[in-house]
Every structure is written in structure tokens, then in C-alpha cells.
């Protein structure tokens, strides 16, 4: 790519950026805002909204491993609590709010390598259960 071009890359996308960034008016956005802190410090975690509007938040990698923990994040009153454990150990995993409000939860990394099995949270119980496994262990 010529010199000239590569220079003016940068330039233009600072230009498309400017064009197409939002102007915040009063009352139009959001602020964000300081709300409690997770009860375990984790990074490659799940977070998943449940019907009833509270956040599972799932796995991880922290600062001894990958976690297996799990909590649950209120917007109501802004606290983290914990809640059940996954059976395997996982982060960068994926997970879907199925129609019955269950999290399913696959995949990901384990401490052996990528995974394939999977998991359902129930929202009612605070438990996770063993389910069927991917054909090709993978994460994301």
C-alpha cells in the first residue's frame, strides 16, 4: 500500500467516527453510573439478562484459574450475590436465555483445553445441570 495512503487511513476513519458519532442531549442517554462490585474478580465470563431482569453472570478467568462460580447481578438494588457453580470450570464460553428462562451455557475453555460440554442455569433453583454436549468442543 502506498506511504500516502496508509497516512490518510487513520484521518478517515477519525472522519467517519465524527460523522456518524451521537450527540448527547439532555435526557436522550444514559449515564453510566458506579454500581456494587462483583463478588469474584473475573474476566472471559458469561452474562446472560433473565426474564426477571436480573444478570447471571457465569465462569470466568480469575486470578487463581478459571472459575466455576457463578452470581447474580440486581439492578434494583445494584448488588452482586452468588448463586450456584457450573459442574465444569469454564471461560470465554457461550450463553443463551432460552424461552423457559433456563441459561443454557456452552463451551469455552476449561483447564484442559476447549470444552464441548454444556450447562442449563435455572433461574428458580440457582442451580446448574450437566446437558448435552457440542459435537466439536470450541469457545470463543
Known amino acids: 500500500m502506498p506511504h500516502a495512503v496508509r497516512r490518510l487511513i487513520p484521518v478517515l476513519v477519525v472522519l467517519a467516527s465524527a460523522a456518524f458519532a451521537p450527540v448527547a442531549q439532555a435526557g436522550v442517554f444514559d449515564v453510566f453510573t458506579t454500581t456494587g ?21 457465569a465462569g470466568g478467568d480469575g486470578n487463581s484459574g478459571r472459575l466455576a462460580s457463578g452470581e447474580l447481578y440486581n439492578p434494583a ?12 470450570a469454564r471461560y470465554r464460553a457461550t450463553a443463551s436465555v432460552l424461552p423457559s428462562g433456563k441459561v ?3 463451551g469455552g475453555r476449561g483447564n484442559s483445553g476447549y470444552l464441548a460440554s454444556g450447562e442449563l ?3 428458580a433453583t440457582g442451580l446448574f445441570t450437566t446437558t448435552g454436549s457440542l459435537t466439536t468442543a470450541r469457545g470463543r
Not at 77 to 88: A, E, P, R, V
Open 37 to 57: 462490585s462483583l463478588t469474584t474478580a473475573r474476566g472471559g465470563a458469561t452474562a446472560s439478562v433473565l426474564p426477571s431482569g436480573k444478570v447471571l453472570i
Open 77 to 88: 438494588t445494584g448488588l452482586f450475590t452468588t448463586t450456584g457453580s457450573l459442574t465444569t
Open 104 to 106: 443454557l451455557i456452552a
Open 121 to 123: 442455569y435455572d433461574p
